[in-house]
C-alpha cells in the first residue's frame, strides 16, 4: 500500500514537472518569433546628387576687345586679339574665331583664315582646341599671325577686325592696324587663356 502511493506521489510530481517546464519554452518560442518579427522590418535611403549646368557660351554683345603687338621674326607680324568678358555672367568660348578685316572707310576686305599650321610665341596659343571659362572681367586670346612681305599683289591696310565667336551673330570690333599680304591670309589660334 505505501509503494503505491509512492509510485502515485511520483508520478504526480513528474505531470506537474512537465507542464511546469513546458510554460518558459512556449513562452521562449513566443518571444523569439516577435524579434525575428522585428528585425525583418528594412528601411530605405535616397541618396540625392546635384549637377552642375555647364556655363554658356559667350556672345559678342558680353566681350569686348583689344588688339597687343606680340611682335614676330622678320617679315612676319604676330599679336594678340583680347576678349573681355564684361557681361553679367560667366561665359566660355571654344574653337577659332571667325575674322573680318575692314578698312578705315568701313569697307570689308579680303580675310583668309588659317586655322593653326604655325607656331605661336604664347605657348598656350599652341595647346589646341579646348574650353575656356571666363568669369566676368577676366580675358581670353586668340593670337594671329600675318606675313608683310609683298609677293606681287598689294597689302591693303586694315584699321580693325571683327571677331565673330563660334554660334554668336553679333561680333566683337577690334581696333588694329594690320597690312597682311597673301590675299589678307591670317594665321589664326583657338581661343586660350594666356599666361601673361
Known amino acids: 500500500m505505501l509503494l503505491v502511493v509512492v ?9 506537474l514537472g512537465t507542464k511546469h517546464t513546458s510554460n518558459p519554452a512556449t513562452s521562449s518560442s513566443t518571444t523569439s518569433s516577435s524579434v525575428a518579427t522585428s528585425t525583418s522590418t528594412s528601411t530605405t535611403s535616397s541618396t540625392s546628387t546635384s549637377t552642375t549646368a555647364p556655363t554658356a557660351s559667350c556672345t559678342g554683345d558680353a566681350l569686348t576687345g583689344t588688339a597687343v603687338a606680340v611682335g614676330g621674326a622678320t617679315g612676319t607680324i604676330e599679336l594678340d586679339l583680347v ?3 564684361t557681361g553679367a555672367a560667366p561665359c566660355s568660348l571654344v574653337g577659332y574665331p571667325s575674322l573680318l578685316l575692314r578698312a578705315a572707310s568701313g569697307m570689308a576686305l ?8 604655325v ?8 595647346a589646341g582646341v579646348h574650353t575656356v571659362t571666363l568669369p566676368v572681367g577676366t580675358a581670353a586670346r586668340v ?14 591696310t586694315a584699321t580693325s577686325v571683327e571677331v565673330t565667336i563660334p554660334k554668336a551673330t553679333t561680333a566683337v570690333p577690334i581696333m ?3 597690312a597682311p599680304c597673301g590675299g589678307g591670309r591670317l594665321y589664326v589660334s583657338p581661343f586660350y587663356l594666356s599666361p601673361r
Open 143 to 156: 593670337a594671329i599671325k600675318y606675313s608683310d612681305v609683298t609677293t606681287g599683289s598689294a597689302c591693303p
Open 110 to 117: 579680303p580675310t583668309v583664315r588659317v586655322l593653326g599650321g
Open 7 to 15: 509510485v502515485a506521489a511520483i508520478g504526480a510530481a513528474y505531470v
Open 119 to 126: 607656331t605661336f610665341t604664347d605657348s598656350g596659343a599652341n
Open 83 to 85: 576678349l573681355t568678358n
Open 176 to 178: 588694329a592696324t594690320l
